[in-house]
Protein backbone atom coordinates (compact mmCIF):
# COMPACT_ATOMS: atom_id res chain seq x y z
CA UNK A 1 0.00 0.00 0.00
CA UNK A 2 2.58 2.37 1.03
CA UNK A 3 5.50 3.39 -1.77
CA UNK A 4 8.66 5.57 -1.15
CA UNK A 5 10.24 6.19 -4.58
CA UNK A 6 13.43 8.09 -4.21
CA UNK A 7 14.77 9.26 -7.07
CA UNK A 8 17.97 12.27 -8.19
CA UNK A 9 20.95 10.14 -7.36
CA UNK A 10 23.87 10.29 -10.26
CA UNK A 11 27.39 10.66 -10.26
CA UNK A 12 29.01 14.19 -9.75
CA UNK A 13 32.31 15.70 -9.00
CA UNK A 14 32.94 17.15 -5.75
CA UNK A 15 31.97 20.56 -5.19
CA UNK A 16 28.95 19.72 -7.56
CA UNK A 17 24.94 19.52 -5.84
CA UNK A 18 22.28 17.12 -6.10
CA UNK A 19 18.24 16.69 -5.44
CA UNK A 20 17.18 13.73 -4.39
CA UNK A 21 13.16 13.07 -4.42
CA UNK A 22 11.10 10.90 -2.27
CA UNK A 23 7.08 10.48 -3.97
CA UNK A 24 4.87 9.24 -1.67
CA UNK A 25 2.31 7.23 -2.18
CA UNK A 26 -0.52 5.36 0.25
CA UNK A 27 0.71 7.62 2.96
CA UNK A 28 0.50 11.59 3.64
CA UNK A 29 3.67 12.92 3.91
CA UNK A 30 3.02 16.34 5.85
CA UNK A 31 1.85 15.29 9.04
CA UNK A 32 4.40 12.58 9.38
CA UNK A 33 8.42 12.32 10.23
CA UNK A 34 10.73 11.95 7.83
CA UNK A 35 14.22 11.22 7.31
CA UNK A 36 16.77 10.69 5.02
CA UNK A 37 19.42 7.76 5.36
CA UNK A 38 22.52 6.85 3.65
CA UNK A 39 24.74 3.34 3.45
CA UNK A 40 27.92 2.63 2.08
CA UNK A 41 29.49 -0.81 1.43
CA UNK A 42 30.77 -2.23 4.49
CA UNK A 43 29.55 0.55 6.64
CA UNK A 44 26.05 1.63 9.23
CA UNK A 45 23.63 2.85 7.86
CA UNK A 46 23.92 6.48 8.60
CA UNK A 47 20.66 9.12 9.63
CA UNK A 48 21.25 12.01 7.24
CA UNK A 49 18.66 14.48 7.67
CA UNK A 50 15.00 14.18 9.36
CA UNK A 51 11.94 16.99 9.25
CA UNK A 52 8.01 17.04 10.29
CA UNK A 53 7.83 20.96 9.60
CA UNK A 54 9.77 22.66 7.12
CA UNK A 55 11.06 24.95 9.39
CA UNK A 56 12.80 22.77 11.51
CA UNK A 57 15.03 19.53 10.86
CA UNK A 58 18.12 17.88 12.24
CA UNK A 59 21.15 16.37 10.41
CA UNK A 60 23.74 14.91 10.87
CA UNK A 61 27.39 16.63 11.82
CA UNK A 62 28.64 15.45 8.43
CA UNK A 63 25.79 17.59 6.31
CA UNK A 64 25.01 20.14 8.33
CA UNK A 65 25.52 23.25 6.38
CA UNK A 66 25.44 21.60 2.98
CA UNK A 67 22.39 19.66 3.41
CA UNK A 68 18.82 20.65 3.29
CA UNK A 69 15.46 18.80 3.69
CA UNK A 70 11.98 19.66 2.98
CA UNK A 71 8.56 18.67 1.94
CA UNK A 72 6.34 19.82 -0.91
CA UNK A 73 2.74 18.86 0.67
CA UNK A 74 0.72 19.77 -2.50
CA UNK A 75 3.46 17.11 -3.92
CA UNK A 76 3.30 14.47 -1.21
CA UNK A 77 7.06 14.34 -1.73
CA UNK A 78 10.34 14.96 0.28
CA UNK A 79 13.31 16.47 -0.62
CA UNK A 80 17.31 16.16 0.10
CA UNK A 81 19.26 19.10 -1.45
CA UNK A 82 23.06 18.62 -1.56
CA UNK A 83 25.42 21.10 -2.09
CA UNK A 84 29.21 21.42 -1.53
CA UNK A 85 29.62 17.39 -2.29
CA UNK A 86 32.54 15.60 -0.85
CA UNK A 87 33.70 12.24 -2.34
CA UNK A 88 32.26 10.41 1.33
CA UNK A 89 28.48 11.76 0.67
CA UNK A 90 29.10 8.38 -1.55
CA UNK A 91 26.18 5.75 -0.72
CA UNK A 92 22.83 4.59 -1.17
CA UNK A 93 20.02 7.38 -0.06
CA UNK A 94 17.02 5.82 1.20
CA UNK A 95 13.93 8.03 2.43
CA UNK A 96 12.29 7.42 5.59
CA UNK A 97 8.60 7.54 6.73
CA UNK A 98 6.52 7.61 9.70
CA UNK A 99 8.92 7.86 12.84
CA UNK A 100 7.84 7.17 16.49
CA UNK A 101 10.74 9.53 17.90
CA UNK A 102 10.56 13.29 16.72
CA UNK A 103 13.24 14.40 14.73
CA UNK A 104 15.09 10.83 15.00
CA UNK A 105 17.62 9.73 12.81
CA UNK A 106 18.07 6.68 13.94
CA UNK A 107 16.65 3.92 11.14
CA UNK A 108 14.77 1.29 13.99
CA UNK A 109 12.41 4.44 14.29
CA UNK A 110 11.27 4.41 10.59
CA UNK A 111 8.03 2.04 9.52
CA UNK A 112 8.54 2.90 5.80
CA UNK A 113 11.31 2.90 3.43
CA UNK A 114 12.19 3.57 -0.28
CA UNK A 115 14.48 1.32 -2.24
CA UNK A 116 17.38 3.89 -2.32
CA UNK A 117 19.02 5.98 -5.24
CA UNK A 118 22.23 5.90 -6.08
CA UNK A 119 24.78 8.78 -5.31
CA UNK A 120 28.51 8.68 -6.42
CA UNK A 121 30.91 11.83 -5.56
CA UNK A 122 34.19 12.15 -7.56
CA UNK A 123 37.00 13.92 -6.75
Known amino acids: QVQLVESGGGSVQAGGSLRLSCAAS????????MGWFRQSPGKEREGVATTRNNGRARYADSVRGRFTISKDNAKNTLYLQMNSLKPEDTGMYYCAADSIVPYGLGGTWYKYWGQGTQVTVSS
Open 26 to 33: GFTVSPNY
